[in-house]
RNA sequence: GCUCCAGUAGCUCAGUCGGAUAGAGCAACUGCCUUCUAAGCAGUCGGUCGAAGGUUCGAGUCCUUCCUGGGGCGCCA
């Protein structure tokens, strides 16, 4: 099914031949959707531009243009507006011939555009042997994303994580392991490291404090790249932990699974790749190292910036790595496209490899390489978020915050009780002073206690979620409080939650958890992806406006319906006519009929937002509709089912739209 | 020094290829639950689109200069 404004297009595409000759037959209609509503549903701003190429008035161009266009099907008759727009309003019948097309399809009238290509999505992954902090968020929530929407428009997808998994941190890690942990390489079943959090921590400090270790460390490096077995199996088992790790919190987030194909994958092509290049004669060694020249780019001295694929020691650094995969995409996995959503301050990274690419007739015409650049994740104080300084919240930490703050109920009774002296048991310090102490800082105690308090208390609050689900054993300590949390909520969850026959305490605590998740994937998605965003806790937390349980609600409110008049929506006469005859109605019918539109937008300029956008407007519009129009109580049968079906169709659209998101809806709420 | 990105309501941000009166959400204030879930709906308040020039029928959008913030600029990834 083509789109309305793909109809349309066509209509004044005919009308401009028809009018001003085939000269004029790959002039763009310039049609948009109407500015505001009362200028109908699109606008053709075309003769406009055309009055100096035509020398003619642009109002008198656009009446010729309305003689010539044949749209009775689609709109009443268009009108000429202002200085020489031309105005679509669509028919009712047109729309409820539309709806009645995308309601027997499952895919909504969304023409499959990539069917018969394969495409990459390339994001990274945390790296290994880091632990996952809330800078992580972008890349995986937003590369999960676009690969669901290429994968719903056809394409054959891989999501592949360029992991760094081969560079320096490795030989910290490494070292450490075969220190701390030698039965490890020996005896597979010893390996228990613990979480990658504290093993790295414990490597990490130990690196920091002993130059001796530093030099062990370093050495590991030069092994590893060597082949040498040994190090070899440590690395694997760091690698295994390092993934397991993160996998769990994939799982957690609902994001695909990715390949690994890190940079050890491409270790073995790296030499060919120089090889290649040099037989290509693009490279020329400079300074000892083996360089390409780059076209564009110039160091401060303003002479041509070089792209180093090996180092004068002979190493490889990450652009070879980089090279090595477009190689390998193009030759070995056949893609037509590829994607890496990746942090803007790479974008002269990606520019270089793409041309050295190109230059290498890797790259060709037909491919479509692309950078979609992310802005970075700033703290508080407006600075880029760095893990190495350690002052990035763990991503760990936002989602269990997230879970106590999704439930109104759940969030106020916990922040009601007194949690100081468990907070401090738990610790297990004698007093809060004591502990203050021995933290390095600049402030004065009295701060550091009052900070100290603040996190710990924070910190122990973030497991009352856990410790309610029963995931982890409740400390003695804290077991009376949170008794008491749970027998309150178990009585506001009868009242408002439905608990009880329908639904069991676990179930909508998981469902909370899930609710949490959903709005802090949704606070990532629905800002433009290049966008630098100051990272808050309440900002991704916050359950009101554009956010996604604003848009499960709506799903919830349908599915309510359902369940109060006992429909099965799938059951619904097919042949039942969809009357259209409420304000509200027409508006949600025209939006639910966008949905095609938005998604050809999105495979164009790879911007997640605008689907956001298009949802949020979506429930809002059908949150109206609800207010306004009554359904089950309806007085006639036949709009009865008409609602019924808009229903039906909104869910379906919002279900399909969260899902390419990366959000799951829920019955109940 | 060179270069890339950004600057829109008190806050966070949309704004399609240049198009008609620049839009949301949050915050603040006002209404609406005996009626399909009020995580909702309706409304009020809020703007020299960083500044100045230019291009043209028309500029938040394109060009130039400047200001402010952030990123990048040879052997880290």
């Given at each position: 099914m083509l789109s309305t404004i793909a109809q349309l297009r066509a209509a004044v595409q005919q009308a401009l031949i028809r009018a001003f000759g085939e000269a004029f037959a790959t002039t763009d209609p310039m049609l948009v959707s109407a500015s505001n509503p009362k200028f109908g549903d699109y606008q053709a701003n075309v003769a406009l531009s055309l009055a100096k190429p035509l020398g003619q008035a642009p109002r008198a161009i656009a009446e010729q243009l309305v003689q010539n266009l044949d749209v009775a099907e689609l709109c009443d008759p268009p009108s000429v507006a202002g200085p020489g727009f031309i105005n679509f309003s669509l028919k009712h019948s047109f729309l409820e011939e539309q709806l009645q097309a995308i309601r027997i399809d499952p895919r909504l009238g969304v023409e499959p555009l990539g069917a018969g290509k394969r495409a990459i999505v390339d994001y990274p992954s945390p790296n290994i042997a880091k632990e996952m902090h809330v800078g992580h968020l972008r890349p995986s929530v937003i590369g999960d994303c676009l690969a669901r929407i290429l994968e719903f428009l056809g394409y054959e997808t891989l999501r592949i994580s360029h992991l760094g998994?081969?560079?320096?941190?490795f030989g910290m890690l490494i070292a450490y392991l075969r220190e701390a942990y030698p039965n490890a390489l020996n005896d597979d079943s010893a390996i228990n490291l613990g979480d990658l959090a504290s093993f790295y921590r414990a490597a990490k400090r130990r690196f920091d404090e002993d130059t001796n270790f530093q030099d062990t460390a370093r050495q590991s490096v030069v092994q590893l790249q060597a082949g040498d077995p040994e190090t070899l199996k440590a690395w694997g088992i760091v690698c295994d932990l390092s993934n397991q790790t993160n996998q769990k919190i994939f799982d957690l987030m609902g994001l695909k699974p990715l390949i690994?194909?890190?940079e050890s994958f491409y270790n073995p092509f790296l030499s060919d790749v120089v090889a290649e290049l040099d037989r290509l004669g693009l490279l020329v060694e400079d300074q000892g190292a083996q360089c390409v020249f780059l076209e564009g780019f110039t160091n401060k001295e303003g002479k041509p910036l070089p792209m180093i694929v090996?180092?004068?020691?002979g190493g490889y650094n990450y652009a070879t790595t980089d090279l090595a995969a477009i190689r390998y995409r193009v030759t070995e996995d056949q893609v037509q496209r590829v994607v890496y959503p990746v942090g803007a301050e790479q974008s002269n990274h990606f520019a270089q490899i793409f041309q050295v690419g190109k230059r290498a007739g890797w790259i060709k015409e037909d491919h479509d390489f692309v950078h979609a650049p992310l802005g970075n994740v700033l703290g508080e104080d407006g600075k880029k978020l760095k893990s190495r300084s350690g002052e990035a919240a763990r991503l760990k930490d936002l989602l269990d915050e997230a879970w106590l703050r999704a439930d109104p109920d759940l969030y106020q009774l916990v922040c009601e009780q007194d949690w100081e002296a468990i907070a401090l048991v738990l610790l297990e310090e004698p007093d809060w002073e004591t502990a203050a102490a021995r933290l390095s800082s600049d402030e004065s105690l009295a701060d550091n206690v009052a900070a100290l308090k603040k996190t710990t208390i924070e910190t122990v609050q973030r497991q009352v979620p856990i410790w309610l689900m029963g995931n982890e054993p409740v400390p003695s300590v804290a077991q009376p409080v949170v008794a008491n949390i749970r027998q309150a909520l178990e009585q506001r969850w009868v009242e408002?939650?439905?608990?009880g026959a329908e639904r069991s305490f676990q179930s909508i605590l998981s469902d909370v958890q899930a609710i949490g998740i959903s709005a802090i994937k949704y606070a990532d998605l629905s800002q433009n992806r290049t966008s630098n965003y100051v990272f808050s806790y309440a900002k991704m937390l916050a359950?009101?406006?554009?956010?996604?349980p604003y848009m499960l609600y709506a799903y919830v409110r349908i599915q309510g319906i359902g369940r109060k008049g006992g429909i099965d929506f799938s059951e619904l006469d097919a042949k039942s006519p969809i009357l259209l005859k409420e304000d509200v109605e027409l508006t949600l019918a025209k939006q639910l009929l966008q949905l095609d539109e938005m998604l050809l937008m999105i495979d164009q300029d790879l911007l997640p937002n605008r689907l956001g956008q298009y949802l949020f407007e979506l429930s809002q519009k059908f949150n109206q509709f609800y207010d306004r129009c009554p359904i089950l109580q309806a007085e006639e049968e036949d709009v009865k089912t008409s609602r019924l079906i808009l229903c039906h169709l909104t869910a379906k659209t919002i279900k399909l739209g969260l899902s390419l998101l990366g959000i799951s809806v829920l019955e109940r709420m």
């Open positions: 998994d081969w560079g320096t941190p690994l194909r890190g090996q180092k004068s020691d408002n939650r439905g608990l359950l009101q406006g554009n956010t996604a």
